[in-house]
């Protein structure tokens, strides 16, 4: 019998899927689920493509934002019908509680990344804004960079705006 504990090295995480991107999201920061709806609030028209404005949620306006976009600032993603927003907590420290939404494609679907999978990690990303890529199979699963993604939309003043 080993003297050392079994320590379960299993995460589960949520994969979103972009229009060109599948992004892996730690399930305790997602906050909810909402079906795309044409109530996006905007104070005042954003600069870049990433900063969609502000959308409802909760009897608050959260910033929203389009991934993809900040990716590649020449990508500009139109919602769709079947597109969703995935509401994510912060963790960034002094907005622990506040909000923010990632566009994406269809519901976000669990998945449990175990040993292996971590095998597959590359710690260096080649993009802005990806801290982490997994590959699985033929799949890319890249993890954002939580910190910098929450600073950018902190920083955005057109963003903020938190009642409804």
């Not at 504990?5 to 995480?13: A, C, E, G, M, R």
């Not at 795309?36 to 409802?56: D, N, R």
Request: hydrophobic share 40%; with cysteine.
């Amino acid at each position: 019998m080993s003297d050392s504990p079994n320590l379960d090295t299993s995460v589960s995480v949520m994969l979103l899927r972009m229009q060109h991107k599948e992004l892996l999201v730690p399930k305790a920061m997602m906050a909810d689920v909402l079906s795309w709806k044409q109530q996006l609030f905007s104070a005042q028209k954003a600069q870049s493509a990433w900063k969609l404005g502000q959308y409802e949620w909760r009897d608050w306006r959260i910033p929203l934002v389009c991934f993809e976009s900040l990716i590649e600032p020449s990508f500009e993603r139109q919602p769709m019908q079947k597109s969703k927003v995935v509401v994510l907590r912060s963790f960034q420290k002094g907005f622990e509680d506040d909000h923010y939404g990632l566009l994406c494609r269809g519901f976000p679907k669990p998945l449990i990344l175990g040993e292996r999978s971590m095998e597959n990690l590359h710690v260096e990303s080649n993009q802005d804004w990806i801290k982490y890529s997994i590959s699985i199979g033929n799949r890319i699963l890249d993890v954002p960079d939580f910190a910098a993604l929450q600073g950018a939309v902190w920083a955005a003043p057109e963003l903020l705006s938190y009642s409804a």
